[in-house]
């Protein structure tokens, strides 16, 4: 072993890198002898940022501030300076030599896709060859879809617009909802980006009837709705269900739209739609097997990861439409790739070429303000809108997450400990019993906690009819999704699984559940892997019960009976518990598990010491998963306002690669 891979044994048994971190640099000396050890260096951080949710590792910006670039501690920091300093080289030339020299580095030329380098190198940014992959995919894909003019007769889209955007009579303003629509027909790629409650799933249901109604053969269309979890891929069906419905009597006789949306598929999961294999990355859908559609709409966009992403741009047809929503000031996916934010980096200022803003005013009769006009920008920006009035979130709930947005810890501040206590309310100088209290019972002004659903699951149905029976797991699904506890760790006191054990033994002491085992009725549960066989994937949520209230001979239920139920929008599915190897309790979840699920009361549950995890983007999905009522719990005092000074910054080379699509008007 050399001495640099010693070093980097003792760094994972201190817990600064992982086991595989360490294991790729000895990898990479294995396959070339004599290997240099600033090679080993880059190979382990490489594969730790990846592991973090970088594409790349910046070389020039991790010998500027390594600190800062890998987020550790700062004794781990101080470790990997003295190193830079003592025995390896800290300039940027020295590292690119050493790179560029070594048989497993392929440097990136234009044109040329290398050979089976593990590494990639791409002028100062050093990729796994996987990441550059994608990445590469990812903006060869964009690219082409941008760059088809795909355009209906104008006058057609506006006489349609003007039908599905009525003039309210007040002082006209620019419907961004309209111009989405508008925009969105311009190119096979379209964009819609807003917070909660700027009517995003709104906005694609008046472009499905748009597109319906200006096709030549619109009963022909194929229309595909997903999401990254089955959680979002139901919100997503249900929300666009409603609002056809609603358009169907605003359109009357004009669209048979009912018929119509007959056409569109269910909303499936990105895993589902593209068919995920057990043990192997790739898909049934691909460039040769692509998926049958016409017109793709996935929500919850922010969530999907650089490979997720390459994968579903590769198995849509070149024709196909897609329609990415999604907030773009959410927390990123948990794996490596900040896609939606790369994708929309520009879309708060819209940067609309004075040739978008006329074709806008030719569809929609609006004009585009000067101040999101551009003599230059890319051709991504001409397809991306950003939705900008909130309709839901105008309330308490609202303001606090735009303070949390903008980084104004004072307004944020203020507004939980002064604003309307039933709807905001922060639980001061709290500790586990306090916590627990609150889950279990709620709080003035949001009373309920966990107490409500096993109060439900306690009680049984009315009747022992199946119709009873499906009404009655339906009440104590809807019950359980009104309240939930969102940790920005897993670990420590005010982790998830932390926070599950405490819970699980309160509800206990309280007599409000009953276990003997690890299965029993009334325990919620989080998928935690795909299953294609039983249906179930990441991040779905169920509750285990006894089917039909089937008593064992000693009158409870055995885990044999015992199943766990899911909700698919109306209709319920169901696991048999000994047939669920990959869940784990639900109370408590991770504010990433929950991007895609909103509640009426969310707790937001800060750690009791630092943790890099600790961002703004992470405060801010945790507060817009509420709809009626917010508590943060924030176990380290300076814990909530060192989070809003914190932006999630992921390396990335995926704008460096659309800047080949910038025009000048």
Not at 54 to 70: F, I, N, P, Y
Not at 631 to 656: H, I, M, Q, Y
Request: with cysteine; hydrophobic share 45%; aromatic share 6%.
């Amino acid at each position: 072993m050399t001495p640099l891979l010693a070093t980097l044994k003792q760094w994972t048994e201190q817990g600064w890198l992982r086991r595989l971190d360490a294991a790729f640099a000895a990898f990479v000396a294995e396959q070339q002898q004599e290997a240099p050890p600033l090679l080993l260096l880059a190979a382990a951080l490489v594969a730790h940022l990846e592991g973090r949710g970088h594409s790349c590792v910046a070389l020039d910006l991790l010998l500027q501030d390594s600190e800062a670039v890998l987020g550790w501690k700062a004794d781990a920091a101080e470790a990997l300076r003295l190193m830079l300093q003592e025995q390896l080289p800290a300039d940027l030339p020295s590292w690119l030599a050493a790179l560029r020299a070594s048989p497993l580095v392929w440097v990136e030329q234009e044109g040329q896709q290398g050979g089976s380098e593990p590494l990639v190198l791409s002028g100062a940014k050093l990729y796994l060859r996987r990441m550059w992959s994608c990445e590469q995919k990812v903006a060869q894909q964009v690219l082409a879809r941008v760059a088809v003019a795909d355009r209906p007769q104008q006058s057609e889209v506006r006489r349609w617009l003007d039908l599905l955007f009525p003039e309210t009579g007040a002082e006209p303003a620019l419907d961004w909802q309209k111009l989405a629509c508008g925009l969105a027909l311009n190119a096979r790629l379209g964009l819609i980006t807003g917070g909660p409650g700027t009517g995003k799933t709104y906005t694609v249901a008046r472009l499905l009837a748009l597109l319906f109604a200006v096709d030549p053969e619109p009963q022909r269309l194929r229309v595909g709705l997903a999401a990254p979890t089955g959680k979002a891929a139901t919100r997503l069906k249900q929300a666009i269900d409603s609002a056809l419905g609603d358009l169907q009597t605003q359109l009357g006789a004009s669209l048979a739209l009912q018929q119509l949306a007959t056409q569109i598929g269910p909303a499936r999961t990105l895993h589902s739609m593209l068919g995920a294999r057990p043990d192997t990355r790739k898909f049934k859908a691909d460039a040769a097997h692509p998926l049958a559609l016409d017109v793709l709409i996935v929500d919850e966009a922010s969530m999907i990861h650089l490979e997720m992403m390459a994968a579903l741009l590769e198995a849509l047809p070149p024709g196909c439409r897609l329609i990415l929503l999604g907030d773009k000031d959410q927390l990123a996916s948990v794996e490596a790739g900040a896609v939606l934010g790369d994708l929309c980096t520009d879309a708060e200022l819209g940067r609309y070429l004075p040739a978008t803003a006329a074709y806008a005013q030719a569809v929609t009769g609006q004009a585009i303000a000067p101040e999101y006009l551009a003599s230059q920008a890319s051709k991504l920006s001409q397809q991306t809108v950003m939705l900008r009035r909130s309709h839901r979130f105008g309330g308490p709930i609202g303001q606090l997450a735009l303070a949390v947005n903008r980084g104004d810890a004072r307004s944020a501040t203020e507004l939980l400990r002064q604003g309307e206590r039933e709807i905001l309310h922060e639980l001061q100088a709290p500790n586990l019993a306090a916590l627990l209290r609150l889950a279990v019972q709620g709080r003035p002004g949001a009373e309920g906690g966990y107490r409500s659903y096993l109060e439900l699951v306690k009680q049984g149905p009315a009747q022992p009819d199946a119709a009873d029976f499906e009404q009655w797991v339906g009440q104590v699904l809807t019950a359980f999704e009104r309240f939930r506890l969102l940790c920005a760790v897993r670990e420590g006191l005010f982790g998830a699984l932390g926070l599950n054990q405490a819970v699980e033994q309160a509800l206990l002491e309280q007599r409000l559940l009953v276990k003997r085992g690890e299965w029993y009725e009334g325990r919620p549960v989080m998928v935690t892997r795909n299953d294609v066989s039983l249906g179930v994937f990441n991040g779905d949520i169920g509750i285990v019960l006894r089917p039909q209230r089937q008593i064992g001979p000693e009158g409870e239920a055995t885990s044999q009976r015992l199943r766990a139920y899911f909700s698919d929008g109306a209709k319920l599915r169901s696991v048999a518990v000994s047939r669920l190897a990959d869940v784990e309790t639900a109370f408590a979840m991770t504010v990433h598990k929950s991007q895609g699920s909103e509640f009426e009361h969310t707790v937001l549950v800060l750690p009791t010491e630092p943790s890099r995890v600790l961002t703004r983007e992470l405060v801010y999905t945790g507060i817009t998963r509420a709809r009626k009522a917010f508590t943060l719990v924030n176990g380290w005092p300076p814990g909530f306002t060192k989070a809003l000074a914190l932006r999630t910054r992921r390396a990335s080379g995926l704008l460096d690669r659309l800047a080949d699509s910038r025009e000048q008007s």
